[in-house]
Each structure stands twice: as structure tokens, then as C-alpha cells.
């Protein structure tokens, strides 16, 4: 009798708990979550360092130009709709810019990327102008924890190696991935942090980085931000992955985003945004920090449906 009891406590809630945003009923989903998302239809993709092509589809150049001295910024960005791409907010300045988005390039300095292997060769590059870019609060450059979303001009053709990432839906919402081995991969040296950047390194380099508990995570991000008695920290806004040793982002690659490969509810293995890059030290056994992509599901929904065509 004691179990009936038991079970009718925790039954409520348990759907209490559950009762969170749930992006499937929401009318931007037909929007995300294409059927192409976060596969990789790429045959073979090789071990080490460099990425090939089709392997992060979801990844694009956001390039913007400062007016004074005409500065080039840089930033990776993460395709999530066929008008949409994802990015830290901080990669905007105060001022408008001039800026686009390029897709469908693994060598920055090459128009048409081709594997060498298997003779397999990319379309070439694509442009699109930006049409606004949103931001998930006004607070500009130093709040790190906020996300950025940019509206493309034009609609982004999805093909083998133009695709999106999956968003996070039903079982993963709640999953702790503590232990899961994440991917990420950006333009600049990301293996080793005590190098300088390499300008003429232009390929997309990748690494697997395993994500970190909340502890380590807090520990992680009270390390690089130092004392901050007036900036309130809600750690489920955040994920941190890597810093063992060697295991390190390199502080000069701004953007990017943590993916793992999840099945939901029978589907096929996709990969899943997870989290964008918001803050690292370089430094060994401090984590590398994310801004949790889940926490501003409904900010990015929300902006996407009301934004669509
Ligand atoms: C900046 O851009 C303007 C307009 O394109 C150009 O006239 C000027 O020479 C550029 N300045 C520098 C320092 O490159
Ligand atoms: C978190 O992970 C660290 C490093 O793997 C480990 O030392 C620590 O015991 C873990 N803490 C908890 C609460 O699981």
C-alpha cells in the first residue's frame, strides 16, 4: 500500500516537472528541425585535426566590418532554419555594421572545397546579406550568457554540405550530459591554446571535448570571470565541456557551437546543439563555457516565428 502512495506523491510532480517549454507545440516548430537537421551525409569523415567537407553543415562565417580602420570581425555561426543562424550576442557591436554570412566553406581561403580522397567537391560558397540581427537581451558586449540570432536576406538552399543543426526537444530537454563526448570546430587553432592563432591556418579545425558537471562548470566560469559580486550567475544557463589537459578552445575562436549525436524517440542518431560558445581561459582543467542553447529556446523560437516569411 505504501507504493500506491508513493506513486500517486510523485506522479504530480513528476509532471510538474516536466510541464517546461515544450518546443514541439510551439508554432515556430515547423520552422526548425528540418529533416536534413544535424546529419552528415559526408561518406568519410577523417580523424584528425582538419574538417571535411559536409562534416559541420550547420557551420558559417558571420564576417562584419568596423567603420573605423574598416576592421574585419569574425564570428561562427550556426545554421538552425532556413533563414536563421545562431550565434553569441556579443558578436555584434553597438553600432550597426555591414555584415553577411557565408555558407558552405571548410577552407576560408578557397571558393570550392574539395576532398581530396574521394575527388567529392562542394558547391561553391555562398553569400547571403544579413538582414537584422536579435539578441536575446540589451545588454551589450560583456553579458556573456545571452544569445544572438541573425536574419538572413534570402532563404539558405540546404544541400549535403548546407544544413542545419538540430534543436533539443522532449527527452533531451531534461538530460544530464555529463560524460557525453561533444563536437565542436571552429576557424582558428583550437588544439593548442599556447600557440598564437595561425593566420594562414584558413581550414575549419574540429575536436571532441567530453561535457563537464555543474561543479566543475561553476568552478569553470567563477575562474574566468574572476570576482563579479554584481553579476548574477544562473548556472542552468550554462554548459562547460573539455579542459582537461591540451583540451582547450582557443580564446581566438569567437562562436561555434557544441554538438552531440542523440537519438529522440527512435530516430535516427542527429546532431544537437547544445550549447555556443561564450567564455574560456586556455587554461588546463578549467572547462570551456557555453551558453546553454535550451535555456533561450523560447527567446529563439519565439523570434523565429514571429520573424519568418
Ligand atoms: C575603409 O573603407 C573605405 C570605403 O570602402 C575606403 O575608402 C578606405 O580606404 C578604407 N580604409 C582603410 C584603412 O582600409
Ligand atoms: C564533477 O567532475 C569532477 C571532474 O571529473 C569530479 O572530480 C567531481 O567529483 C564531480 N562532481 C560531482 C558532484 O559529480
Redesign the pocket.
Known sequence: MATFFVLFLILPIHFIGCSKFDPTTHRGWPLINDKRCGIRTQLKTGGGKYASIGEFPWLVEFIFTLKKGNVTGFCTATIISDQFVLLPAYCRYKEPHPSKIIVGNVDRNKDVDCDTKSNICEPPMKQYGVEKFFRSNDAYSTDVSSIGLVKIQGKFEFNDFVAPICLEYGELLSKDY?GTEAEFAGWNNINDPDVKPDPSSSVLQKMTLPI?????CIDSINYILGPHPNQQIDIKSYVCAGGMQGQHISPWDTGGVLAVSQSVAGDIPRFFGVGVRAMSSGVDFIADVFTRISYHLEWIMDTIANESV
Do not use: A, M, R
Open positions: 555529463t563537464q558537471n555543474e561543479s566543475v
